[in-house]
């Protein structure tokens, strides 16, 4: 009796196994919907359904000799089942059985991914809430700027996250076609009845036109897809990689008991995860690339695509469901350093409220260019001399004009730039 498939791990999704069992899962429901037809005798039928199974072994076999996967497969198919085998791929292509295999192992590897990506998601929610109130110092151009939370930034991770979820829902969608159509998609040896048969019974949606193929435009859909995904979790990873560098180490990679480093320096703890997801996110984005030149295909149908695919469409959902883990172990046991937040914000002397002075003056009636040239003035001297920036400033006698003390110490309270943290994290639905 046949078995039909279910739905593995990514690993075995891309298994022979896995995909031969689709194939014949495709090619017994297009023997039943032709006999629903009157087309295949039911009692052949019968035999079909009951007899029908492969060996991997032997397909090898056979293909080595015929040097075609789907004739070797057939031939494997038709040992078990003898002479009704003739019923069987019945006015068939062979990317009938193909295309519309293919589509369920991309379907099946985007809804694991999917699974993937809100676990991530979940992750990041949590520490976001966690961390919604813990000061850092926000930098632009790699330099201090003015003050965030650690919160912030993981809510906007959760933010691309929730963009990254909708897109996969789009790609599986768009992914999620069939097509039993024949060599040139005119249906001239078998009924359209067939194809919407089996799309339906296999959970997809027959396509509205094909030519022997499915048009690879859904394919490449589906890689830039993983690629931005990858891209984002490479911007992640990046985040974290110079959080952990000596000489700011805000945040880390959770460094277990008896984890080695360096094999000559044993003081190391390295962002080695992070930099793995850097290193394969670049993979991603090179298959998206090769999964855009399989577009272009001549006229009806041209083999190019199809060494390309069996590459780098397993190799993308492979990679993909392992960074995405990668990165949610990361993320789950990341080490962060508060304290040490506050200290990288205080370095800088108080520049980072520059922007809070600028204002203030202003709108106490000084000219803005004015405004500007004196705090950049006193700003460039407390970066020359590392000296206090509010000092500097009250030690001016045209600051003192605009400005008095408390309203000074009161610019340099770093919860001026955190009044609407809440708001944001209810805007991101946190």
Same mark, same amino acid.
């Given at each position: 009796?046949?078995?039909?498939?279910?739905?593995?791990?990514?690993?075995?999704?891309?298994?022979?196994?896995?995909?031969?069992?689709?194939?014949?899962?495709?090619?017994?429901?297009?023997?039943?919907?032709?006999?629903?037809?009157?087309?295949?005798?039911?009692?052949?039928?019968?035999?079909? =359904?009951?007899?029908? /199974?492969?060996?991997?072994?032997?397909?090898?076999?056979?293909?080595?000799? &015929?040097?075609?996967?789907?004739?070797?497969?057939?031939?494997? #198919?038709?040992?078990?089942?003898?002479? !009704?085998?003739?019923?069987?791929?019945?006015?068939?292509?062979?990317?009938?059985?193909? @295309?519309?295999?293919?589509?369920?192992?991309?379907?099946?590897?985007?809804?694991?991914?999917?699974?993937?990506?809100?676990?991530? %998601?979940?992750?990041?929610?949590?520490?976001?809430?966690?961390?919604?109130?813990?000061?850092?110092?926000?930098?632009?151009?790699?330099?201090?700027?003015?003050?965030?939370?650690?919160?912030?930034?993981?809510?906007?991770?959760?933010?691309?996250?929730?963009?990254?979820?909708?897109?996969?829902?789009?790609?599986?969608?768009?992914?999620?076609?069939?097509?039993?159509?024949?060599?040139?998609?005119?249906?001239?040896?078998?009924?359209?009845?067939?194809?919407?048969?089996?799309?339906?019974?296999?959970?997809?949606?027959?396509?509205?036109?094909?030519?022997?193929?499915?048009?690879? @435009?859904?394919?490449?859909? $589906?890689?830039?897809?993983?690629?931005?995904?990858?891209?984002?979790?490479? =911007?992640?990873?990046?985040?974290?990689?110079?959080?952990?560098?000596?000489?700011?180490?805000?945040?880390?990679?959770? $460094?277990?008991?008896?984890?080695?480093?360096?094999?000559?320096?044993? *003081?190391?703890?390295?962002?080695?995860?992070? !930099?793995?997801?850097?290193?394969?996110?670049?993979?991603?984005?090179?298959?998206?690339?090769?999964?855009?030149? /399989? &577009?272009?295909?001549?006229?009806?149908?041209?083999?190019?695509?199809?060494? #390309?695919?069996?590459?780098?469409?397993?190799?993308?959902?492979? &990679?993909?469901?392992?960074?995405?883990?990668?990165?949610?172990?990361?993320?789950?046991?990341?080490?962060?350093?508060?304290?040490?937040?506050? !200290?990288?914000? /205080?370095?800088? *002397?108080?520049?980072?409220?520059?922007?809070?002075?600028?204002?203030?003056?202003?709108?106490?009636?000084? %000219?803005?260019?004015?405004?500007?040239?004196?705090?950049?003035?006193?700003?460039?001297? #407390?970066?020359?001399?590392?000296?206090?920036? =509010?000092?500097?400033?009250?030690? /001016?006698?045209?600051?003192?004009?605009?400005?008095?003390?408390?309203?000074? @110490? !009161?610019?340099?309270?770093?919860?001026?730039?955190?009044?609407? #943290?809440?708001?944001?994290?209810? %805007?991101?639905?946190?």
């Amino acid at each position: 009796m046949i078995q039909r498939y279910t739905r593995p791990d990514m690993g075995t999704i891309w298994e022979d196994e896995n995909k031969f069992r689709i194939w014949l899962t495709i090619e017994i429901l297009a023997c039943e919907a032709q006999t629903v037809l009157g087309i295949i005798p039911k009692e052949a039928f019968d035999v079909i =359904k009951q007899k029908a /199974n492969f060996s991997i072994k032997r397909i090898d076999e056979i293909e080595r000799e &015929v040097k075609h996967d789907v004739i070797a497969f057939l031939t494997c #198919v038709g040992e078990y089942v003898g002479p !009704e085998s003739r019923y069987i791929h019945l006015g068939m292509t062979s990317s009938d059985v193909l @295309d519309t295999a293919l589509s369920v192992q991309m379907k099946q590897s985007g809804e694991l991914l999917l699974r993937d990506l809100e676990r991530l %998601r979940d992750v990041l929610a949590q520490r976001a809430k966690e961390f919604k109130h813990t000061v850092m110092i926000g930098r632009t151009h790699g330099i201090h700027a003015e003050p965030i939370t650690f919160g912030l930034k993981l809510a906007l991770w959760y933010s691309e996250i929730l963009r990254n979820i909708e897109r996969l829902k789009s790609a599986i969608h768009t992914i999620s076609v069939g097509k039993i159509s024949g060599a040139v998609g005119t249906y001239q040896h078998i009924d359209p009845f067939v194809e919407q048969y089996v799309c339906e019974k296999l959970g997809l949606t027959p396509a509205l036109v094909s030519t022997q193929i499915l048009q690879r @435009d859904r394919h490449a859909e $589906f890689m830039t897809t993983l690629a931005l995904i990858g891209a984002s979790l490479e =911007k992640f990873a990046v985040e974290i990689r110079h959080l952990q560098r000596t000489e700011v180490l805000e945040a880390e990679e959770f $460094f277990s008991k008896g984890q080695k480093g360096s094999s000559a320096m044993p *003081h190391k703890r390295n962002p080695v995860i992070c !930099e793995r997801i850097s290193g394969l996110a670049r993979l991603l984005r090179s298959n998206a690339i090769a999964a855009l030149e /399989n &577009v272009a295909l001549w006229h009806e149908r041209d083999i190019s695509h199809s060494s #390309v695919e069996r590459v780098i469409i397993p190799d993308s959902c492979i &990679v993909l469901d392992y960074i995405l883990n990668d990165m949610t172990r990361v993320l789950e046991t990341l080490l962060v350093y508060p304290d040490r937040m506050l !200290e990288n914000l /205080n370095r800088t *002397h108080g520049l980072i409220f520059s922007q809070e002075v600028l204002l203030a003056l202003t709108k106490k009636g000084m %000219r803005r260019e004015e405004a500007y040239r004196i705090v950049q003035s006193i700003a460039m001297q #407390v970066w020359q001399e590392r000296t206090d920036f =509010k000092n500097l400033l009250m030690e /001016n006698k045209t600051v003192q004009q605009y400005l008095n003390a408390d309203e000074l @110490d !009161e610019l340099f309270n770093p919860q001026r730039s955190l009044k609407h #943290v809440d708001t944001i994290f209810q %805007r991101v639905g946190l």
